[in-house]
């Protein structure tokens, strides 16, 4: 195949949404995946993340600890998720119709959406207190500005998202180096503004925002691994995802904590201006607004997968037409959402985002678990594209092997719950100790895979077969649907 049908014009709206897209299209090189997701970590929201496990207790020390085994933990399940983009050539929650149905996958997608959009909010108010260091204006005009910005740049699509999160990359390297090892040598001997030490509650709530914080990337990891070659090594998609996504999040939620365990009252903009300005004039204050276009950056990056699943979502009941009409229309009204919020949320916004992750959690876990199980264990990677776009296709629309362990992981996980405003029985019996992303990785994932025994894999197989040849046809006519929305060609 020649160098230009396998690189299409870079410069030109991506036409795609939901749809699959051909092996003919596939371009991109696997390492980009790394800084990617580096960029799209390290933000101030990944911060302010830092700042929970000292406000719970823990000295600094421990609180790295639960950062390190909680992004290692999370980052896990990101990285094994981006290695289904390349072999599906689907969006990352649309696949989630082969275990859940076309409509049944309704239910993760709701809680998805939900966290696109809280992430939004939050990016929105930080971007928003940075401007305001050196530039006029309130929420009432940044956040429309800033969405308007996050727009432009989710509408053009995949690759300039890449372009712009490889690049910021680099300048975020560079600036957040000198201010980190300065941070650590200029605070390294500074005085404990307040007494804090061991706690098994601080230290497991800790480990679960940060594990949280990453999963939450798996909704839609695959969104950006998608249009690599279908053939590009799965270790490699894996381990670069895994760099790049976790090591920002180390570095970033380790910075975070050294921040909230030396300074009083540390908070994500005053911190970095207070110890940056401390190197020399003005560096923090430009350290800030460096830190806006990495905001404006995932927030396109939020946009663009809340577009996707949201659409995936009305497609399961009504048929839409994929396309750049679908994206736009998906985008706008997504940033729209973001904003009234974020104009509503309180200004104490760090208790709201602690509850905000740990609610991530409770929901995305026995999704994961149900999504991984089934791509690795149960169907290998092997599906039929072209069923899962049919509304009554071999695999449902409510189908109960999915639902029924996806709804028991969420109810096992309701004992064991902490949140401001509920803890569950179990977990006041463990003295307000949350282990309930292993109960629902367990009864999520090890029910699907009983369930699953009864899978007719002879008949999967055959479909894919026909699905493959299907596909090819589609191809060859320069179209990746029917027009009746892949039922089978006369």
């Known amino acids: ?18 749809d699959y897209v051909p092996r003919a299209e596939r371009h991109g090189k696997v390492w980009h995946q790394g800084p990617f997701w580096f960029a799209g970590n390290f933000v101030l929201v990944t911060m302010v993340t830092g700042f929970i496990g000292v406000s719970l207790g823990l000295s600094l020390g421990w609180t790295l600890l639960a950062i390190v085994l909680g992004v290692g933990f999370g980052t ?12 599906m050539g689907l969006p990352q929650m649309i696949q989630s119709r082969a275990q859940f149905g076309s409509r049944g996958a309704v239910l993760p997608f709701a809680a998805t959406v939900f966290v696109y959009v809280g992430f939004i909010v ?30 432009a740049i989710a509408v053009v699509g995949h690759d300039l998202l ?15 180096g000198v201010f980190t090892v300065w941070a650590i040598v200029h605070l390294g001997d500074a005085a404990q503004p307040v007494q804090t030490g061991w706690s098994l509650t601080g230290f497991l709530t800790m480990f679960s925002v940060a594990a949280g914080y990453q999963i939450s990337y798996s909704v839609y990891v695959s969104d950006y691994s998608r249009y690599l070659p279908a053939d590009t090594p799965a270790g490699k998609v894996i381990a670069w995802t895994y760099l790049g996504a976790g090591g920002s999040a180390i570095w970033l939620m380790g910075l975070g904590a050294l921040l909230a365990d030396r300074l009083e009252a540390p908070d994500a903009i005053g911190s ?14 430009a350290l800030v607004l460096v830190s806006v276009p990495a ?78 199980v089934d791509f690795y264990f149960v169907r290998r990677g092997r599906y039929a594209i072209t069923e899962i776009f049919r509304p009554r296709g071999i695999y449902g629309t409510w189908p109960a092997r999915g639902l029924v362990p996806y709804l028991a992981g969420v109810l096992a996980m309701v004992p064991f719950v902490v949140t401001t405003a509920y803890t569950g029985p179990v977990a006041e019996a463990l003295g307000g100790v949350d282990v309930s992303f292993l109960v629902g990785l367990v009864v999520a994932g090890g029910l699907y895979l009983v369930l699953s025994r009864s899978l007719d894999t002879a008949a999967e197989e055959r479909a894919r077969v026909r699905s493959d040849e299907e596909l090819e046809s589609l191809v060859r006519q320069g179209r990746t649907h029917s027009p009746d929305g892949f039922e089978p060609l006369a």
Do not use: C, K
């Not at 999160?165 to 390297?173: D, E």
């Open 1 to 18: 195949m020649s160098e230009t049908a396998r690189r299409p014009e870079r410069t030109r709206i991506e036409v795609r949404s939901i």
């Open 76 to 87: 896990f399940f990101m990285a094994f998720h981006a290695n289904q983009g390349p072999r």
């Open 122 to 151: 939050f990016d929105l108010i930080l971007a928003t207190q940075a401007l305001q260091l050196v530039l006029p204006g309130g929420p009432w005009f940044w956040y429309p500005a800033l969405a308007l910005l996050s727009i």
């Open 162 to 176: 890449h372009f712009v999160q490889r690049w910021l990359t680099y300048v975020l390297l560079a600036f957040f």
């Open 272 to 285: 970095l201006v207070t110890v940056g300005n401390e190197l020399f004039p003005h560096f923090g204050t």
């Open 295 to 372: 905001l404006i950056g995932i927030m396109s990056v939020n946009a663009y997968g809340a577009m996707l699943t949201s659409a995936s979502a009305v497609d399961g009941f009504r048929r839409i037409s994929p396309g750049v009409r679908t994206r736009i229309t998906g985008i706008v009204v997504v940033m729209i959402l973001s904003v009234v919020i974020a104009l509503v949320l309180p200004e104490d916004y760090l208790g709201s985002f602690n509850t905000f992750v740990l609610l991530m959690l409770y929901f995305l876990i026995p999704w994961t678990a149900v999504n991984l």
